[in-house]
Every structure is written in C-alpha cells, then in structure tokens.
C-alpha cells in the first residue's frame, strides 16, 4: 500500500482555537480524521505528523527519504515564509512528489504571507480550499504516482 507523509508545521495543531475567522473552528483531531478517511478511501496509508520545531519537522522529511515513503503533503505554517532550510530539506531529493498545502489563501492575506520559499521545492501548490486541500494534495500524489510508471 502506498505511503503518505502528511506534515503540518507551527500552530497547527491550535485548529478550532487559533484565529477561526481565518482557519475555522474545526480541530487538528477532525483535519487527521479526514485524512485517514481519506486515505482509506484510496487506498493509502496516510502518516501524518505535526510540529512547532523546524528542526523536527526537517529530520523527519529526511527520513521519509527511507521509511517507504512515496508523497509528502505539507503545510509548513510560518516557516513557509522564512525557511530556507525547510526548503533545502523538501529539495534534497526528486524520488516522490510533494504538494504544499494552505487552509488559508495566503496570496490573499498580509504582504508578507505572499511568498512562499518552500513552493519552488514541491510539484504543487493548493491554497484556500481548507480542508480539503489535503485531500486535493493526496489526490494529486496519488495520480503523479500512477502516471509516473
């Protein structure tokens, strides 16, 4: 079955607290059930990992390089804005796809949220659609994958 790697970066994991005028009032715990959902829905295994450290959200897409994984959907949170490390790690290697996702559209919010320096290393880029730009995100690896062979 294949595998993928669902990331969220800072603050994440606050869904349904932080700022619901922007995210929603849905939690973290209902955006991994859809996932799953989802997941089984298409037969994927959807790992899915969140984390306020830019560091382990780094080794962690590192070691997707050799634990069977075969997409990695993201959505980095701030870090999109600023890391360059976080993008060297998403560039390292060009064996699977990776879309970056945003619940948000952030081409329409605060000057500083329109660029994105973590974009240039995934395929593609799924904005303001919610929570569904997961499942969007998954779709697409899912198709990269079968179009690839």
Same mark, same amino acid.
């Given at each position: 079955?294949?595998?993928?790697?669902?990331?969220?970066?800072?603050?994440?994991?606050?869904?349904?607290?932080?700022?619901?005028?922007? +995210?929603?009032?849905? !939690? $973290?715990?209902?955006?991994?059930?859809?996932?799953?959902? #989802?997941?089984?829905?298409?037969?994927? &295994?959807?790992?899915?990992?969140?984390?306020?450290?830019?560091?382990?959200?780094?080794?962690?897409?590192?070691?997707?390089?050799?634990?069977?994984?075969?997409?990695?959907?993201?959505?980095?949170?701030? +870090?999109?804005?600023? !890391? $360059?490390?976080?993008?060297?790690?998403?560039?390292?290697? #060009?064996?699977?796809?990776?879309?970056? &996702?945003?619940?948000?559209?952030?081409?329409?919010?605060?000057?500083?949220?329109?660029?994105?320096?973590?974009?240039?290393?995934?395929?593609?880029?799924?904005?303001?659609?919610?929570?569904?730009?997961?499942?969007?995100?998954?779709?697409?690896?899912?198709?990269?994958?079968?179009?690839?062979?």
């Amino acid at each position: 079955m294949r595998k993928i790697l669902v990331m969220n970066g800072p603050n994440l994991n606050f869904l349904g607290i932080r700022d619901k005028e922007v +995210y929603g009032t849905e !939690s $973290y715990d209902s955006l991994i059930q859809e996932i799953h959902e #989802h997941a089984a829905k298409i037969g994927v &295994v959807a790992d899915c990992f969140q984390s306020n450290s830019e560091g382990a959200l780094i080794d962690r897409i590192q070691l997707a390089y050799y634990d069977g994984t075969e997409g990695i959907v993201i959505n980095p949170g701030a +870090y999109t804005h600023y !890391s $360059y490390a976080l993008r060297d790690a998403l560039d390292s290697y #060009h064996t699977f796809p990776k879309v970056e &996702v945003h619940i948000s559209d952030i081409h329409a919010r605060e000057s500083f949220r329109n660029v994105s320096v973590t974009a240039e290393a995934c395929e593609k880029q799924i904005v303001g659609h919610g929570f569904k730009g997961y499942l969007e995100a998954m779709d697409f690896i899912v198709d990269s994958l079968e179009h690839s062979v």
